[in-house]
């Protein structure tokens, strides 16, 4: 299997500008999550979703932060607009049901908005 | 979730094992010890997981003590891949789900 896959690797944006990350878990896996990386807040857990329904979304920061996962292989981050304080690795993880802690990640998203 | 502390950093010598601890005094009798790491621009990895008893996989061994209110995971012969932040997470597995990664500890193996 070639793991949890996340595009772009690398995003750069101008502030105000929409961002759109991409994730397609390994498959199989019925759990899958956004995770957001900084050097002040280190890694925090933005949602979860199970069988594609978004489960828990009480870490997106605000409004201008949604996803979806329109299917079992694939799921969007949005941001829009984008702001400065959005620059961060973004991660994408996916695990079985039943194993859920057991989480593999993919290699992230390094996003910087300026 | 129980809290966990671990110390912020930790060199080893290559070749040497490295023994890193973690208290987690508040742990709860459903909730199992779990170990990731992160390696320097790459996403967290699983190592092994445990409960009250000692686990042993190709990348580790974890031991808990009898009270459970700590652990050690055991690196047995550190290279300098295995230079990472090591994160000790303890959680019931039948809760809500998130994962709370704190700050870990930074490993550094020496040549």
């Known amino acids: 299997d070639a793991g949890v896959i996340q595009s772009p690797r690398h995003e750069v944006t101008e502030m105000g500008q929409e961002v759109t990350l991409r994730c397609k878990p390994i498959?199989?896996?019925?759990?899958l999550f956004w995770y957001r990386q900084t050097m002040m807040r280190g890694l925090e857990l933005l949602i979860y979703?199970?069988?594609?329904?978004?489960?828990?979304d009480s870490g997106m920061p605000e409004d201008r932060f949604s996803a979806k996962m329109p299917n079992a292989s694939f799921s969007t981050l949005k941001i829009q607009p984008s702001e400065p304080r959005d620059s961060a690795v973004y991660f994408c993880?996916?695990?079985?049901?039943?194993?859920?802690?057991?989480?593999?990640f993919g290699p992230g998203t390094r996003l910087l908005v300026l | 979730d129980a809290k966990t502390t671990q110390p912020p950093s930790m060199d080893c010598a290559e070749g040497r094992a490295a023994n890193l601890p973690c208290n987690h005094s508040?742990?709860?009798?459903?909730?199992?010890v779990y170990w990731y790491r992160q390696i320097h621009s790459q996403g967290p990895q699983y190592i092994i997981h445990?409960?009250?008893n000692n686990e042993t996989n190709e990348m580790a061994s974890l031991i808990i003590t009898e009270d459970r209110k700590s652990s050690t995971l055991i690196l047995p012969h550190a290279t300098l891949r295995d230079t990472a932040v090591y994160y000790c997470i303890v959680r019931d597995p039948t809760g809500a789900n998130n994962l709370f990664f704190g700050t870990g500890t930074r490993l550094t193996v020496i040549p």
């Open positions: 445990g409960l009250k």
């Open positions: 508040t742990i709860s009798g459903n909730e199992y």
């Open positions: 979703f199970n069988n594609n329904v978004p489960i828990d």
């Open positions: 993880a996916s695990s079985k049901a039943g194993t859920r802690e057991t989480q593999y």
């Open positions: 498959s199989g896996h019925d759990y």
